[in-house]
């Protein structure tokens, strides 16, 4: 989420709105300004965690009567004092990445973020139809401000001294390479992906599989499945000059999510100017039928239909015109960020 946040500040900025970027990630060659929370040691994650919300409250009561506070929320537990911190001051607003993450099947946790929802005194964000559909069920009655889908801007150069050799060592041959790319999770079709692969009939085509196991399940699904010998695993925190090596040697983007209101990754793939290969949900037809020469929508849900659509770009797809200009210039105008600036300078 750190390229959307330099996406979102650089929208602001751009509009004379000043903003500063407090995250766990460094930006602009700044150090980072909260404590990391993603340490292996429990200890320290919970730690860093408190000392989180400690810097939240403290800059909660600095606010001046001209500022806010834009806390980016994704529908976890640990959203929950985060919109009990939020009902202090009504200068915070809420940015919703997810009403409820897709993992999270807790019926608990479901039922109380719902009434966190309802309850909530603060303005939120929303940036597809599916979130702002949710909240009017859920009876919001703060003001919805709508932040579009927007461009990512990310430099395509890197440092190799920052690029592990597990990375570089996936890249050894002249194979045709599908990068699945992002945090390990169920509701990404990671186990749809790793069941197609075995399916997959061209010897040429390499697919590598990046991210972190947040639910420790690979060592699980390969031990009763197996992983087919075209796949390559790095199951580790990909940092900024990774991902960019892994984007830019990869000739396509697999996104085979099972559900999703929005998508960094199809935005860091458009960036780079990778095709997309994506799961048949809403939003990625979409996405596609608006800008068709981006990539293709199948059927991942059945491993023989993923198999041959990835068979089928390597030998035909790869010969075709992708992001041709027209959808280039289109999807770079389909920015509508002014209506929100203008709500917010509103405020």
């Known amino acids: 989420m750190n390229f959307y946040l330099e996406a979102f500040y650089r929208l602001l900025d751009e509009n004379d709105i000043q903003a500063e970027i407090i995250s766990n990630f460094s930006h602009d060659n700044r150090k980072q300004q909260l404590p990391n929370i993603f340490e292996k040691s429990r200890v320290k994650k919970i730690v860093n965690l408190l000392r989180c919300y400690f810097k939240l409250i403290s800059s909660m009561l600095r606010l001046k009567k001209d500022e806010y506070i834009v806390i980016l929320v994704y529908g976890v537990v640990l959203d929950i004092p985060l919109f009990l911190l939020a009902k202090l001051s009504k200068r915070v607003i809420l940015?919703?990445?997810?009403?409820?993450?897709?993992?999270?099947?807790?019926?608990?946790?479901?039922?109380?973020?719902?009434?966190?929802?309802?309850?909530?005194?603060?303005?939120?964000?929303?940036?597809?139809?599916?979130?702002?559909?949710?909240?009017?069920?859920?009876?919001?009655?703060?003001?919805?401000?709508?932040?579009?889908?927007?461009?990512?801007?990310?430099?395509?150069?890197?440092?190799?001294?920052?690029?592990?050799?597990?990375?570089?060592?996936?890249?050894?041959?002249?194979?045709?390479?599908?990068?699945?790319?992002?945090?390990?999770?169920?509701?990404?079709?990671?186990?749809?992906?790793?069941?197609?692969?075995?399916?997959?009939?061209?010897?040429?085509?390499?697919?590598?599989?990046?991210?972190?196991?947040?639910?420790?399940?690979?060592?699980?699904?390969?031990?009763?499945?197996?992983?087919?010998?075209?796949?390559?695993?790095?199951?580790?925190?990909?940092?900024?000059?990774?991902?960019?090596?892994?984007?830019?040697?990869?000739?396509?983007?697999?996104?085979?999510?099972?559900?999703?209101?929005?998508?960094?990754?199809?935005?860091?793939?458009?960036?780079?100017?990778?095709?997309?290969?994506?799961?048949?949900?809403?939003?990625?037809?979409?996405?596609?039928?608006?800008?068709?020469?981006?990539g293709v929508c199948t059927n991942t849900k059945d491993p023989e239909v993923f198999a041959n659509s990835i068979d089928h770009f390597a030998k035909e797809d790869l010969k075709r015109e992708f992001y041709s200009k027209a959808d280039v210039e289109k999807y770079r105008q389909k920015d509508k960020f002014d209506a929100f600036v203008k709500e917010l300078k509103a405020l």
Do not use: W
């Open 95 to 294: 940015d919703i990445h997810e009403i409820m993450a897709l993992d999270y099947k807790n019926p608990t946790l479901r039922k109380i973020l719902h009434y966190l929802y309802r309850t909530c005194p603060n303005k939120v964000i929303s940036h597809s139809e599916k979130t702002s559909n949710t909240l009017s069920q859920l009876s919001l009655k703060s003001q919805i401000l709508v932040v579009p889908l927007f461009n990512y801007y990310i430099d395509v150069n890197y440092d190799m001294k920052n690029i592990g050799k597990d990375i570089i060592d996936a890249f050894n041959d002249n194979a045709t390479y599908f990068l699945c790319f992002g945090n390990i999770r169920p509701s990404k079709g990671i186990f749809d992906l790793l069941a197609a692969t075995h399916l997959v009939k061209d010897k040429n085509i390499k697919i590598i599989v990046a991210g972190q196991d947040i639910f420790n399940k690979m060592d699980e699904y390969a031990a009763t499945y197996g992983i087919s010998d075209n796949v390559t695993l790095i199951l580790k925190f990909i940092n900024d000059d990774e991902m960019k090596f892994l984007f830019t040697k990869s000739q396509m983007t697999l996104l085979p999510y099972e559900n999703i209101s929005q998508s960094a990754v199809l935005e860091s793939a458009v960036n780079f100017r990778i095709p997309l290969l994506t799961s048949d949900i809403v939003y990625f037809k979409t996405i596609l039928s608006e800008f068709p020469s981006f």
